[in-house]
């Protein structure tokens, strides 16, 4: 088997690769899957980003477990090959990419395990690293009238890929992210060996390869915490014309009791004119809806604020009782009044959200092109200035798409997972994300995204890269801080010869156990 692997890679150097190597190799492995050979235009050597193409060596469809680690364990025994799980590929910067590696397509298994059970009278499903969220999100509600607590804005993500990252939206500042709200995995580690861990089962590998960026192993099974899914959502969306005056209100929803606030709270910064993606058009949320420019102060600056809310409630609820709880809750924020807009819809709808928004970005031929995406995460102590000299400054006139930015609270995240998290109880994210054509465009607005990188460490400003993309060992340091010796022991115990997700680019793939 090995000899085979060997000579298959030796002969990939060549330009072209006959499929009847790859089928040998398929054949040696005894894989219960399928095995195809990973030309450059396969989907494993794309992302979402369109950023970076790279040529894997094939592209294996596992069919559970046993072939992830079958694979994995050939690997360990070749000189250089790595391997990469891939989710969806909704990466912007190669993460989820092998250069003349085996990339490992999760979606192959996103049928295994789906199966409902009660821990400790608590519901919870099991499901495969490999299944979308947007399916688990369906099934959940319609067959047990269940839901995940916690999400990301997009579900055609896997449930793998946002655990490897955290998994943020709107209600984690209650929740938690995606990676407090999982309580046990399965994970095949980068010696090829499947492993249940829970916070007292293998707790070390648990916490690791949540947040850990593929590094320590690929997630085969989740076990995801249930709560009842509420039938409707009334989604509401208000503007500011002060910074100060959304962060603070921002800030107070975040940190009010259950039932003192809203279910979930997001906002964006847009363009204060009338540009059709970043202006006062992308606010309103029906087509019957108008932004009357208006109701906008005089004293209002280039860019303005949306705060996103939602109120969860139940068909069986009277609508008197929806609009008081709705009023009251409202009636404390110091929103621009005559710009508030809001709609009632489902809350698979609610969730849903963004597939309508790419199923129009599709039709505009907009979704496939790339997409140069920044995420940060922003200490509280310093959102002000990053708001003064990046929004108000460097993006005033939009970026070709949202402007992402809410607070998350600290401690609804575990310290014992792997993701870097800027200091104070208090951080927001800042997610811009931005759809722009093909075209020398793109390489600016990298070099945009740089700069402000660039300015925040020159600021000395406490943030850090959410989905972190750094070339070199000296960003990667600094990316973890005091996290980095513990995230380089994890990786010595489960992934000793860095054989897994290499396109994180943290470590090198060597010969010899890395401790
Ligand atoms: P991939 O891109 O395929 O993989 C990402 C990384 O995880 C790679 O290193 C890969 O090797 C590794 N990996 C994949 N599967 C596994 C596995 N089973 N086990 C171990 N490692 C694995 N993120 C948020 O938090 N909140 C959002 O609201 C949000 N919205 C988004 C909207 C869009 C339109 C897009 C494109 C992305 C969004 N993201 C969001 C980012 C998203 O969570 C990450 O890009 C995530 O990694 C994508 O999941 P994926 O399944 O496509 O993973």
């Given at each position: 088997m090995i000899a085979c692997l060997e000579r298959f890679v030796h002969d990939n150097d060549a330009e072209s690769k006959p499929d009847d190597d790859v089928s040998s190799i398929g054949k040696s492995l005894d894989l219960q899957g399928s095995i195809e050979s990973g030309g450059k235009?396969?989907?494993?050597?794309?992302?979402?980003?369109?950023?970076y193409s790279v040529r894997p060596l094939a592209l294996i469809k596992p069919s559970g477990a046993e072939d992830i680690a079958r694979v994995v364990k050939a690997s360990s025994l070749t000189s250089h090959l790595t391997v990469a799980a891939r989710g969806n590929?909704?990466?912007?910067?190669?993460?989820?990419?092998?250069d003349g590696g085996l990339v490992i397509d999760?979606?192959?298994?996103?049928?295994?395990?789906?199966k409902f059970l009660r821990v400790n009278g608590s519901p919870y499903i099991d499901v495969s690293g490999g299944a979308l969220w947007e399916d688990v999100l369906t099934r959940c509600v319609s067959t047990f009238g269940l839901a995940p607590r916690s999400w990301t804005d997009?579900?055609?993500?896997t449930v793998g890929g946002t655990l490897s990252n955290a998994g943020v939206s709107g209600q984690a500042f209650r929740?938690?992210?995606?990676?407090?709200?999982?309580t046990e995995l399965e994970v095949v580690t980068g010696k090829g060996e499947i492993s249940v861990c829970s916070e007292t089962q293998n707790p070390e590998l648990f916490f690791g390869v949540l947040g850990g960026l593929g590094q320590f192993g690929i997630i085969t099974r989740a076990r995801v915490k249930l709560q009842l899914a509420p039938d409707m959502v009334r989604w509401i969306r208000v503007v500011y014309s002060e910074f100060e005056d959304f962060t603070r209100d921002a800030e107070f929803l975040v940190t009010q009791k259950e039932g003192e606030s809203f279910d979930y709270v997001e906002g964006f910064v847009f363009a204060?004119?009338?540009?059709?993606?970043?202006?006062?058009?992308?606010?309103?949320?029906?087509?019957d809806q108008e932004f009357d420019?208006?109701?906008?102060?005089?004293?209002?600056?280039?860019v303005l604020y949306c705060l996103e809310v939602a109120f969860h409630y139940r068909n069986s609820d009277h609508p008197s009782t929806v609009d008081t709880a709705v009023s009251r809750l409202l009636g404390r924020l110091g929103f621009v009044r005559g710009l508030k807009f809001q709609v009632d819809v489902s809350y698979v709808e609610f969730l849903l959200r963004v597939k309508r928004a790419e199923e129009h970005a599709k039709a505009n031929g907009i979704w496939d092109s790339p997409h140069p995406w920044l995420n940060l995460f922003v200490s509280k102590s310093d959102i002000v200035e990053f708001d003064r000299t990046v929004?108000?400054?460097?993006l005033k006139d939009g970026i070709g798409g949202p402007m992402l930015i809410y607070p998350l609270l600290?401690?609804?995240?575990?310290?014992?997972?792997?993701v870097a998290l800027p200091g104070g109880e208090i951080f927001y994210i800042v997610a811009l994300l931005r759809f722009v054509p093909k075209g020398p465009s793109v390489e600016k607005l990298v070099a945009q995204n740089h700069e402000i990188v660039q300015w925040c460490i020159k600021q000395g400003l406490g943030f850090k890269l959410y989905l972190p993309h750094y070339q070199s060992n000296e960003d990667w340091k600094r990316h973890f801080g005091n996290q980095w010796t513990r995230f380089v022991e994890r990786k010595a115990r489960f992934d000793p010869m860095a054989?897994?997700?290499?396109?994180?680019?943290?470590f090198k793939r060597t010969h010899h156990n890395l401790n």
């Open positions: 235009t396969g989907i494993a050597g794309k992302d979402f980003g369109g950023l590929g909704h990466s912007i910067n190669g993460q989820a990419m092998a999760m979606r192959s298994t996103e049928e295994n395990h789906f997009y579900l055609s993500l929740y938690g992210p995606q990676t407090s709200n999982v204060n004119n009338d540009d059709q993606v970043n202006g006062w058009s992308s606010v309103p949320l029906g087509p420019p208006a109701h906008i102060p005089q004293t209002a600056g280039s929004f108000k400054g460097m600290r401690s609804k995240w575990d310290n014992r997972t792997s054989i897994l997700a290499p396109g994180q680019k943290i």
